[in-house]
């Protein structure tokens, strides 16, 4: 089965800079690949989202970039602000109903 | 609008009750999703239910039964839990129930809590 590997487990910065995750999928045919924020207490939200016939997508501040040959997929948040602070969650599917979820990444933004 | 409801928000319940917990959809969605969430933890899937039927069943003890009576609902039946059972369970939905890249959607969990 698919195995998803999510860096780093947690993630302290500055309000203003940038953070990125990463995530490293193991099976090739997955195709679909979304990234959940999840606040404390509440479900995941998508927040973003890329099939594999892309490369990279962007939504203001948030953006996702996907490398099929090296497996591995990320997300970049920029100009981060105190309400960015939650856990992201990265996901792999395979067009089944299954989704192979990573880790986590606790991210906190400093004020 | 893209919103999975659940109920309750919050459940407290002895090791000998019977309570259950409930999804609704009214997106059109053909798949829907129990997951268990530990704390500090990612979701782990429980079943699925593909166009009403259930397609996947992650090895669950029988203490927990699912029931998807139309496409819109869906229940999750506890009996007998174990205080290990605590957690927060997430129902999610997603359009097609067959193979295609949907998005998936959760709903905001119920946090039970079993004494």
């Known amino acids: 089965g698919e195995n998803v590997e999510q860096h780093p487990s947690t993630l302290s910065v500055q309000e203003g800079d940038s953070a990125v995750i990463k995530c490293t999928y193991s099976d090739s045919a997955s195709n679909y690949f979304p990234w959940y924020k999840q606040e404390l207490g509440k479900g995941p939200q998508l927040i973003i989202d890329i099939r594999s016939n892309v490369g990279e997508k962007k939504d203001q501040r948030i953006a996702v970039t996907l490398n099929k040959t090296a497996k591995h997929f990320s997300l970049h948040i920029t100009e981060t602000q105190p309400e960015d602070s939650a856990v992201y969650f990265c996901a792999a599917s395979n067009t089944g109903n299954q989704f192979y979820f990573g880790t986590g990444t606790s991210l906190t933004v400093i004020p | 609008d893209t919103e999975v409801t659940q109920t309750p928000k919050h459940l407290v319940m002895g090791m000998t009750n019977k309570k259950s917990l409930k999804c609704e959809q009214h997106?059109?969605?053909?798949?829907m999703y129990w997951y268990k969430q530990k704390a500090k933890k990612p979701p782990e899937l429980m079943f699925v239910y593909s166009y009403e039927k259930l397609s996947i069943n992650e090895s669950v003890p029988s203490r927990f039964s699912p029931e998807c009576p139309n496409s819109s609902l869906l229940n999750l039946h506890l009996h007998a839990l174990q205080p290990e059972d605590s957690a927060l369970y997430l129902c999610a939905s997603r359009l097609n129930g067959g193979l295609s890249t949907d998005t998936q959607y959760f709903g905001p969990g119920t946090r039970l809590t079993v004494l």
């Open positions: 997106m059109g969605h053909r798949a």
